[in-house]
């Protein structure tokens, strides 16, 4: 490939080719992984083609009808397969293919060994948390339903959704859900309805199928998309042992489509019930608690002090004079002993006044600084005494005796 040409001086096409079928060869064989599309036999020779399950890209391959029914089972249209290829250009057509050496279908074993470790990876980077997980609205204004053209799965949840909620409102996007188109047309329909701000919830609905029917709903580019969604996503794939990757990062599973529109709508029977049920609730609550308050009222009404407040008046003027009679008898008898208290007091103390002694005809003899005499030894003559007696007092002189 590296010859030089110029405009005047070009190279045959057949060169060319031929440069480009020799760079092609040296490729040698390689292993290559796909889904099968567009399988066809003529004589003695099988055309097929081997697309990409995730990427939009496919290559064409043919192979010899020995080699093709040498694999067991024989792989048909949708088949996961691995093959021994080895590429091939020819020169005569300027064509490109694929030829194939060896076919070897995927089991389900190395399907779900894949399945596993692809699980593995997204729930390490978060993508199954329960705490991303958000609560479906309790009644959606619309519901985006992604599902088969003219499925039962479609009629699964249209139906019993109207019949629990008969006002509901959705939005189908009807899409491909097995084969090679189904991942990129379930994607684009959930990028739709999630840039929909009508779309409250959507639900992405199929009915039963193989293992390797399923896988479109295990693709990685399928689960990273409902990862990323804003709106809230039901999976309601297969049946209740079906176990897609999408049942595990979709906000809320549902083991059928049927159970997905339980799940999405509520039941109009059973809220009118549960109303009829809190409005009965609320009318008990209130009749008793009115019931309580009027019984309240009632002994409050019935009490003494309000049944007849003149009566509690009077009782209370009654008590009053008690108290006050009550209250002047203590203060007498106080008064009177401590009248006869004084009286005996004042009589002790006039029985031992030196007044009342002066009165039996005692004197008291005192010198001028008021000292009493006491002994008449203690009396000098010329001393200057006073006599006291109980009416006056004389003053007198001693003289010897």
Known sequence: MGAKTSPEAPLPIRSVLQMVAQWIGKLGTVWVEGQITELTARGGTVFLTLRDPVANVSARITCTRAVYEASVPRPADGARVVMHVKPDFWVNKGSFAFTALEIRPVGIGEL??????????????????????????????????????????????????????????????????????????????????????????????????????????????????????????????????????????????????????????????????????????????????????????????????LADPVRELDRRAEQVDALRERSRRCLTASLDRSADSLEHLRARLVALSPAATLERGYAITQRPSGEVVRLAADVKPGDELTIRFSDDRISVTTSPS
């Open 112 to 305: 779900l060994a894949r399945l596993e470790r692809l699980r593995q990876v997204l729930a390490a980077e978060g993508l199954f948390n329960v705490d991303r997980k958000r609560r479906l609205p309790f009644l959606p204004g619309t519901v985006g339903l992604i599902c088969g053209r003219d499925s039962a799965a479609e009629r699964d949840v249209l139906e019993n959704a109207r019949r629990r909620w008969p006002a509901v409102r959705f939005k189908v996007e009807t899409v491909a859900v097995q084969g090679s188109y189904a991942v990129g047309e379930v994607t684009e329909a959930l990028h739709r309805l999630d840039a929909d701000h009508e779309v409250d919830v959507i639900v992405i609905a199929r009915g039963g199928g193989s293992l390797e029917d399923l896988l479109p709903f295990s693709d990685e580019s399928l689960v990273r998309a409902v990862a990323a969604c804003r709106t809230p996503v039901v999976s309601a794939i297969g049946h209740e042992q079906d176990t897609p990757l999408l049942d595990l990062v979709a906000d809320v599973r549902a083991s059928t489509p049927t159970d997905a529109a339980k799940k999405v709508v509520p039941d109009v029977g059973e809220q009118l019930t549960l109303v009829r049920q809190l409005r009965d609730r609320g009318r008990r609550v209130v009749r008793g608690w009115l019931e309580r308050e009027i019984a309240w009222l009632e002994s409050v009404r019935s009490r003494p002090s």
